[in-house]
């Protein structure tokens, strides 16, 4: 199955079922995440529009895009500058940007949402772009905690419906995990793991359950880690390098709390506590929530559980 794989259109007035390919990406949100998913889009050739709430934001995420292909070029290129400089124009080319969102939506194809992790806004998003938005159009989430299938509600594209969770870098890390909710049709789930593949990325499936399968089985892991300290087990530092020579990962649970951001965690743990609070797993931590109460967040204000 090709890129070009087409997905299911439901005639409005007809009923007939009639086919459209994949041509057009727009990024909802301008972020790390954001520009990274543009970034890999692009390469692969599709046209991206990249939306978020001022041109000044997107200018900063069209910098971000051309310095990390920079680096690209420095290894790919290295020989030939000519060439590399072919390279990047080409790929810009392919990105647009824009601050409205029902504009942006209007003719494409696939609308990627990665803005903040908040239900509500997300929620009000989608209520808003489903009704401008072509009714062929799939809409997906990056979210990394919270319930597509809550999103896909206020919608009437439930069957257009999914998950498309990337890994921080974006144009580093090779997973992405599709989520598939039951209203997900097949065509709709079949068009995302074909768009994963064309720009690059390995998938795994998954249901709509919290964390879907990696923040299922990291944030519960990183949470005992913080226990451990919190009982007096052990320290930060023994337990990362107990993590790291013992089980052979590249970054201790400590490490790893304070470069994606111990407020991010806690976010994430208070999040599935309240959905859940009978799962001993989900049980928030007194010293999390002491780090961020007083600003130590992690490598992004210099201090979380080590000094930066």
């Given at each position: 199955m090709s890129f070009t794989t087409h997905i299911l259109r439901r005639g409005l007035s007809t009923g007939v079922l009639r086919m459209a390919a994949v041509n057009h990406v727009t990024v909802i949100g301008g972020g790390s995440m954001g520009n990274g998913i543009a970034q890999v889009t692009a390469q692969a050739g599709c046209q991206v529009t990249m939306v978020d709430q001022t041109d000044e934001i997107l200018q900063k995420s069209v910098n971000t895009i051309s310095?990390?292909?920079?680096?690209?070029?420095?290894?790919?290129?290295?020989?030939?500058?000519?060439?590399?400089?072919?390279?990047?124009?080409?790929?810009?080319?392919?990105i647009s940007t824009s601050t409205d969102a029902p504009g942006a939506v209007a003719n494409t194809d696939l609308v990627i949402?990665?803005?903040?992790?908040?239900?509500?806004?997300?929620?009000?998003?989608?209520?808003?772009?489903?009704?401008v938005a072509k009714e062929s159009t799939i809409f997906a989430s990056n979210t990394s905690s919270l319930s597509i299938t809550e999103m896909a509600?206020?919608?009437?594209?439930?069957?257009?419906?999914?998950?498309?969770?990337?890994?921080n870098p974006v144009p580093m890390m090779k997973l992405v995990e599709v989520v598939r909710i039951p209203q997900t049709s097949d065509a709709t789930?079949?068009?995302?793991?074909?768009?994963?593949?064309?720009?690059?990325?390995?998938t795994v499936?998954?249901?709509d359950t919290p964390g879907f399968i990696v923040n299922r089985l990291l944030v519960p892991y990183m949470m005992e880690a913080v226990r451990l300290v919190e009982r007096g087990d052990a320290t930060p530092r023994d337990v990362d390098t107990a993590m790291k020579l013992g089980a052979g990962y590249p970054m201790g649970p400590f490490e790893l709390l304070d470069y994606t951001g111990v407020d991010i965690s806690k976010f994430v743990i208070d999040g599935w506590h309240e959905k859940y609070p009978d799962n001993p797993l989900f049980n928030p931590s007194p010293l999390i929530n002491k780090l961020v109460s007083e600003g130590k967040l992690g490598r992004k204000t210099g201090e979380g559980f080590y000094k930066y």
């Open positions: 310095k990390s292909l920079q680096r690209v070029v420095k290894k790919k290129f290295a020989d030939d500058p000519s060439k590399g400089e072919e390279f990047i124009k080409g790929i810009m080319g392919n949402e990665a803005i903040i992790e908040n239900m509500d806004i997300k929620k009000k998003l989608f209520t808003e772009l489903d009704k509600s206020v919608t009437q594209r439930q069957d257009r419906f999914g998950g498309l969770h990337f890994f789930y079949d068009t995302l793991v074909e768009y994963c593949k064309k720009i690059g990325k390995t499936s998954c249901k």
